[in-house]
């Protein structure tokens, strides 16, 4: 049955020193909740994706973005009318327990959790990677061990620390991120007109300024260009995981304030939004690179095409000093954006082990609140323990094959439970072809799967058997 609108008590779960059993309290408003779906939808992937999608659909990949979220859309709508019904923590785990059983429940949660680990673990060492472009002397040997544990280790006090510092620190990074991204794409769409720009006086008149303009916008003329696919379902492919990730936000509902009201929200809005920032930067993209198929990093070759584009206005040392500070900024952006979308992750993920552990499915160790911070402690630990021990190893990388294959599969479970759950309750969120919307979903969902390679499908039922295994051992050891 739907979980009922109030926190989780933890009065099953024994305290251990230092640590009581006490229900997480409900802090996160609708930002909050915002902020973890952008974060977990904007990683590191927009910095290196527009040249892929030129590579596969030329001229046409920035039509793709809308394509590709009226794609997601209906999988998203899902999981909107899913939050809508529960008010505590655990996302999908939740939502595939109350419709299928406790034991589909645990397999959902244990396969999220995997995957979301791995992702950890590959931005962690994403992030090292970009802070080593500012110090070289970080990138190999004890000196890039350290900083993977700085990072993991600050990423993990700072969510045992509180649920407003990690949202105080989540706010800025966003900020930050999405300050560079809207600059990196408002500086490469205005080279157009730059030349009418700097020609205006102040006397001019409106007309000429218009036709000056209107002649520079010929250039625009490959953005409006027909369709040049190489290969279409390739690139939809290659795109539509740009706009996967949301389902973070609702791992920990039952910390939130209005779920039920605000998830929904939060989810649209954020979609409609990273729709937009992710063709305005494809666009500059477009604009700056006529060879962008061929780049192995779009945004920082087309931060460096500026330089093309000042040099008849301003001095070749003005261009150089600029196209340089703007090389900076765009990597703190780099920065900016991964330590978002890993702090987002750190401070979801730790809490579906703890709704696991206080439904029993898990030991109760994992329930175990900090008493004065008020957070799940134990779990945070445990999982930023384990995202060190992938990072630091560099053997993780196999399992990302399964990642995809995991995403697809756990997303058409969610799906699959919505006309379940609707049979048991009305919806409060009421959604435009509500009748339809979860078949359309399960479609999406089986397209992403046959996609996959045979090695993930041998992969992810490996990792679905050991899930098994871990189900019946963690259920002896709640009985015991």
Same mark, same amino acid.
Request: hydrophobic content about 55%; glycine content about 6%.
């Given at each position: 049955m739907?979980?009922?609108d109030?926190?989780?008590p #933890?009065?099953?779960s024994?305290?251990s020193?230092?640590?009581?059993?006490?229900?997480l309290?409900r802090?996160?408003g609708?930002?909050?909740?915002w902020?973890?779906?952008?974060n977990?939808l904007?990683?590191a992937?927009?910095?290196?994706?527009?040249?892929?999608?030129a590579?596969?659909?030329?001229?046409?990949s920035?039509?793709?973005?809308?394509?590709?979220?009226?794609?997601?859309?209906p *999988?998203l709508l899902?999981?909107?009318?899913?939050s809508s019904?529960f008010a505590g923590s655990?996302?999908p785990?939740?939502? *595939?327990?109350?419709?299928?059983?406790?034991?589909?429940g645990?397999q959902?949660?244990?396969l999220y959790y995997l995957?979301?680990?791995?992702?950890?673990?590959?931005?962690?060492? $994403?992030?090292v990677d970009?802070?080593?472009y500012?110090?070289?002397a970080?990138?190999t040997?004890?000196l890039?061990?350290? #900083?993977?544990?700085?990072v993991?280790?600050?990423?993990?006090?700072?969510?045992?620390?509180?649920?407003?510092q990690?949202?105080?620190?989540?706010?800025?990074?966003? *900020?930050?991120?999405?300050?560079?991204?809207a600059?990196?794409a408002?500086a490469g769409c %205005?080279?157009?007109l730059?030349?009418s720009?700097?020609? @205006?006086p102040?006397?001019?008149t409106?007309?000429?300024?218009?036709?000056?303009t209107?002649?520079?916008?010929?250039?625009?003329?490959?953005?409006l260009?027909? /369709?040049?696919i190489v290969d279409?379902?390739?690139?939809?492919?290659?795109?539509?995981?740009?706009?996967?990730g949301?389902?973070?936000a609702?791992i920990?509902?039952?910390e939130a304030k209005n779920?039920q009201?605000? $998830? /929904?929200r939060a989810?649209?809005?954020a979609? #409609?939004?990273?729709?937009?920032?992710?063709?305005?930067?494809?666009?500059?993209?477009? *604009?700056?690179?006529?060879?962008?198929?061929?780049s192995k990093?779009?945004?920082?070759?087309a931060?460096?095409?500026?330089?093309?584009?000042?040099? /008849?206005?301003?001095?070749?040392?003005?261009?150089?000093a600029?196209v340089?500070?703007a090389?900076s900024l765009?990597m703190?952006?780099?920065?900016?954006?991964?330590?978002?979308n890993? $702090?987002g992750?750190m401070f979801s993920?730790p809490r579906?082990?703890?709704?696991?552990?206080?439904?029993?499915?898990l030991p109760?160790?994992?329930?175990?609140?900090?008493?004065?911070?008020l957070?799940?402690?134990?779990?945070i630990w445990?999982f930023?323990?384990?995202?060190?021990l992938?990072a630091?190893l560099?053997?993780?990388?196999?399992?990302?094959?399964?990642?995809v294959?995991?995403r697809?599969?756990?997303?058409?479970?969610?799906?699959?439970?919505l /006309?379940?759950l609707?049979?048991?309750?009305q919806?409060?969120?009421? @959604?435009?072809?509500?009748?339809?919307?979860?078949?359309?979903a399960?479609?999406?969902?089986?397209?992403?799967?046959s996609?996959?390679?045979s090695? %993930?499908v041998w992969l992810?039922a490996?990792?679905i058997a050991?899930g $098994?295994v871990?189900?019946?051992?963690?259920k002896?050891?709640?009985?015991?």
């Amino acid at each position: 049955m739907p979980i009922p609108d109030q926190p989780h008590p #933890l009065s099953s779960s024994p305290a251990s020193p230092g640590f009581a059993a006490a229900a997480l309290p409900r802090q996160l408003g609708f930002w909050s909740l915002w902020l973890l779906v952008i974060n977990g939808l904007i990683g590191a992937g927009i910095f290196g994706l527009p040249a892929g999608a030129a590579r596969l659909a030329g001229d046409f990949s920035l039509w793709l973005y809308p394509l590709c979220a009226l794609l997601i859309l209906p *999988v998203l709508l899902c999981f909107a009318e899913l939050s809508s019904r529960f008010a505590g923590s655990g996302g999908p785990a939740v939502y *595939v327990s109350a419709a299928f059983g406790p034991a589909a429940g645990f397999q959902a949660g244990w396969l999220y959790y995997l995957a979301r680990l791995v992702s950890v673990a590959a931005n962690t060492v $994403l992030l090292v990677d970009s802070v080593s472009y500012f110090l070289p002397a970080l990138q190999t040997g004890p000196l890039r061990l350290l #900083l993977l544990v700085v990072v993991l280790g600050a990423m993990t006090l700072l969510n045992v620390w509180g649920v407003r510092q990690t949202m105080r620190w989540l706010g800025a990074l966003t *900020v930050a991120k999405l300050a560079v991204l809207a600059g990196f794409a408002l500086a490469g769409c %205005s080279v157009l007109l730059w030349p009418s720009l700097l020609m @205006l006086p102040v006397t001019n008149t409106v007309i000429p300024t218009l036709n000056t303009t209107l002649n520079s916008a010929v250039q625009w003329q490959p953005l409006l260009s027909y /369709p040049d696919i190489v290969d279409g379902p390739a690139a939809l492919l290659l795109l539509v995981y740009a706009f996967v990730g949301f389902e973070s936000a609702l791992i920990p509902a039952g910390e939130a304030k209005n779920p039920q009201r605000d $998830l /929904p929200r939060a989810l649209i809005s954020a979609l #409609l939004l990273v729709t937009l920032l992710y063709m305005a930067v494809q666009a500059a993209c477009l *604009v700056l690179l006529p060879d962008l198929a061929h780049s192995k990093t779009p945004l920082l070759d087309a931060t460096a095409q500026l330089a093309t584009h000042l040099t /008849p206005h301003i001095s070749t040392e003005a261009a150089a000093a600029l196209v340089s500070i703007a090389t900076s900024l765009l990597m703190l952006g780099i920065i900016a954006s991964v330590a978002a979308n890993l $702090l987002g992750a750190m401070f979801s993920t730790p809490r579906l082990s703890h709704a696991l552990a206080e439904q029993g499915q898990l030991p109760a160790w994992f329930a175990a609140v900090h008493p004065r911070f008020l957070t799940p402690a134990h779990a945070i630990w445990f999982f930023g323990l384990l995202a060190l021990l992938l990072a630091s190893l560099g053997s993780f990388l196999y399992l990302a094959a399964a990642t995809v294959l995991i995403r697809a599969l756990l997303y058409g479970l969610c799906c699959a439970a919505l /006309p379940v759950l609707r049979r048991q309750q009305q919806s409060p969120l009421q @959604l435009p072809l509500a009748t339809i919307l979860p078949w359309l979903a399960c479609i999406v969902c089986l397209w992403l799967a046959s996609q996959v390679s045979s090695t %993930s499908v041998w992969l992810t039922a490996a990792l679905i058997a050991l899930g $098994l295994v871990l189900s019946l051992l963690a259920k002896g050891a709640s009985k015991r």
